[in-house]
Every structure is written in C-alpha cells, then in structure tokens.
Nanobody, 130 residues
Framework: VQLQASGGGLAQAGGSRRLFCKAT????????LAWVRQAPGKKREGVGC???????VYADSVKGRFVISEDIIQSTLYLDLYNLIPEDTATYYC?????????????????????????WGQGTLVTVSS
C-alpha cells in the first residue's frame, strides 16, 4: 500500500485549498481513509475520515469548513479546505486503516485513536497566512 499526498502550499486566511492523496495497492472503497494533520510543535490531530460505512466524519475544529471525498475509480482521496484560518497551518497526512471498513477512531464510542492508522502518506504542508 502506498499513499501519496500532494496539493499543499501557501494560502491566505479565508481562502481555500484542495489536497490530494493517490492510493495504490488498496481498494479505497473497502476501507477507512483519513486525513491527519500536525501543526508545528503540536501533536497529530485527526482531521476527518471517510469509509463505506460512515461516509465522512470530521473533527469539530474543521467541521463545516473542510470536506473529505474520494474518487474510487481514480483511487484518489481529496480534502477540500475552505475558509482557512492560520490555525490550519500544518502538515497534512493521508492515512488508511486496512483492518476496518468504518472509521473506528471516530464517533461516540471510538475503538482507537483518530490518528491510529496502518498506512501513511508522506505529508503535504499547508501554510495559512493572516
């Protein structure tokens, strides 16, 4: 399994950005795929997750501003970032959970951490200027 994230760069506060994650070696509509971010000097934070069972779920910090979607034919995961704020500055990673067909780190009774995944992309940096 390989995950290749791209699309990062500099954005203005209030602006938008689209991130991409190309997945190979995995049938993306069978498993949970996710975006995780890590801001400078901070712990990794689950941004959101998409799965055949749950659809898309989001962290409260990005709900209503970020959208996760996927193109199963192209095996590509997307993260659309809208209404960006400086606090969104982080390296964004895509990740896959091949042990589950739902977002087991999310919801009212998570089975694990929302940053616990089997496979990771290399990360793409988004910098939001005020």
């Amino acid at each position: 399994v390989q995950l290749q994230a791209s699309g990062g760069g500099l954005a203005q506060a209030g602006g938008s950005r689209r991130l991409f994650c190309k997945a190979t070696g995995i049938i993306s509509d069978y498993y949970a795929l996710a975006w995780v971010r890590q801001a400078p000097g901070k712990k990794r934070e689950g941004v959101g997750c998409i799965s055949p069972t749950d659809g898309a779920v989001y962290a409260d910090s990005v709900k209503g501003r970020f959208v996760i979607s996927e193109d199963i034919i192209q095996s590509t995961l997307y993260l659309d970032l809208y209404n960006l704020i400086p606090e969104d500055t982080a390296t964004y990673y895509c990740a896959a959970d091949v042990s589950s067909n739902y977002c087991s780190g999310w919801g009212p009774s998570p089975k694990k951490s929302p940053t616990d995944y089997d496979y990771w992309g290399q990360g793409t940096l988004v910098t939001v200027s005020s």
